[in-house]
């Protein structure tokens, strides 16, 4: 049974998916979880990673994981159940490039130890359990063939809890595989989601990485936001120190509440700023001051320093109010919902951000620059489980 990815799965979560089946992939990719057991890189893994590379074999053994008998590429399909546009893009071992290659350009900055956590899991496994995902430059012979590849039913189709649609194609075909990787070798590509598993694979010293290659504009991946929660500060506080670099302006929360709000902003093409909200109220910041903006590093490209997450973190976070942005001091909420709730629970103050443009993360991976960690989350995801690459093969 297929599960969200590592990083998106709550350890509430994480005891439900694995309480529903004896065999879904987060025994794998978050075990000892549910046993309250630390994690050797602070991102979730259990005590020990020995505990999924056992459970690795014993499936394998059991015939509960079928391998695959000659090499394949896959095309996978995600429809939105909001009627969005398809995502399609192909599954693939993906060779690591060398070190000062630009062939594939991270965006995001990350955790050595969550880096260090899931090296540890993918020297136990000897396994790429779930797909890193890459937004590759056009190319004008690749969509045909990607259409070519999706005749008849797909091998592998799940719909998941939040009605997307996983549909997946294998391809074997030497001549069409030979087309598609000669295609793909003709672009370069910005790590969309996976920078800790990336920096895991080179530090492991694998080969190649399993991956989702999916185009950049049309057809490939949407931007949404991703939002922090300073935990045990007060709105009255955190507005007290931001006054000194922001203009602050309190928002309307109607009826529909405060998510209602920040939709509603969000929906205005020319809103500026971000917004702050203790779970109830949402307070608008904006017109930073040239203290505020001296806090972002001048020496970087201007794709960096125009952007609200990089003023959220060196300006707002660090600067007004002494915070470092780490993961005890500044949690992540991938949603609205889940954003405003953490406020409300922790005591502190959800910090709501607008999503980067596709363009604007390319920009920055191009530019050599990195965004703090976790600035994008871009959908849909791909489901982890349903196809896994051993490092035997």
Same mark, same amino acid.
């Given at each position: 049974m297929s599960s969200p990815a590592y990083d998106l799965v709550t350890p509430e979560g994480r005891d439900?998916?694995? !309480? %529903?089946?004896? /065999?879904?992939?987060?025994? #794998? $990719?978050?075990?000892?979880?549910?046993?309250? *057991?630390?994690?050797?890189?602070?991102?979730?893994?259990?005590?020990?990673?020995? +505990?999924?590379?056992?459970?690795?074999?014993?499936?394998?053994? %059991?015939?509960? #994981? =079928?391998?695959? *008998?000659?090499?394949?590429?896959?095309?996978? *399909?995600?429809?939105? !159940?909001?009627? !969005?546009?398809?995502?399609v893009g192909w599954l693939a071992a993906v060779e690591l490039p060398p070190a000062g290659s630009r062939a594939v350009l991270p965006h995001e900055d990350t955790f050595p130890g969550a880096v260090e956590g899931r090296r540890a899991l993918? +020297? !136990?496994?000897?396994?790429?359990? =779930?797909? $890193?995902?890459? %937004?590759?430059?056009? /190319?004008?012979?690749?969509?045909?063939?990607?259409? *070519? %590849?999706? +005749?008849?039913?797909?091998?592998? +189709?799940?719909?998941?809890?939040?009605g997307v649609r996983h549909a997946l194609w294998r391809v074997s075909d030497p001549a069409l595989t030979g087309l598609v990787t000669a295609a793909l070798a003709d672009t370069g590509a910005v790590i969309a989601d996976g920078h800790h598993r990336f920096a895991a694979a080179r530090a492991h010293g694998a080969q190649a990485i399993l991956a989702l290659v999916t185009p950049m504009g049309p057809g490939g991946l949407r931007v949404h936001p991703i939002h922090r929660v300073v935990p045990d500060l007060s709105l009255g506080e955190a507005l007290a120190a931001a006054s000194a670099g922001f203009r602050a302006t309190e928002l309307r929360v109607g009826a529909g509440g405060p998510a209602e709000a920040v939709e509603r902003w969000i929906s205005v093409p020319g809103e500026v700023g971000l917004l702050v909200s203790d779970g109830s109220r949402v307070v608008r910041l904006d017109s930073p001051s040239a203290d505020v903006l001296d806090a972002v590093p001048a020496e970087a490209p201007e794709a960096w320093r125009g952007l609200d997450v990089v003023l959220v973190h060196h300006g707002l976070v660090h600067r007004l109010w002494g915070r470092a942005d780490d993961d005890g001091a500044v949690l992540i909420a991938h949603g609205l919902d889940e954003a405003l709730a953490g406020a409300r629970s922790r005591h502190g103050v959800a910090v709501l951000l607008r999503a980067p443009s596709p363009a604007d993360v390319a920009a920055v991976a191009r530019a050599n620059a990195r965004m703090p960690r976790k600035s994008t989350l871009f959908v849909p995801k791909p489901r982890t489980g349903l196809v896994l690459r051993p490092h035997g093969d």
């Open positions: 439900r998916l694995a !309480a %529903a089946d004896p /065999h879904n992939v987060v025994r #794998l $990719i978050l075990p000892g979880v549910a046993s309250g *057991a630390d994690g050797p890189g602070g991102d979730g893994l259990g005590r020990s990673v020995a +505990e999924a590379a056992v459970t690795l074999r014993n499936w394998e053994q %059991a015939g509960v #994981l =079928e391998r695959d *008998a000659e090499p394949a590429l896959w095309v996978y *399909a995600l429809s939105p !159940a909001d009627g !969005a546009p398809d995502t993918l +020297e !136990a496994t000897a396994t790429d359990l =779930e797909p $890193i995902v890459l %937004a590759h430059d056009p /190319h004008p012979g690749l969509p045909a063939l990607t259409v *070519a %590849a999706q +005749e008849g039913p797909p091998t592998l +189709e799940v719909t998941d809890a939040d």
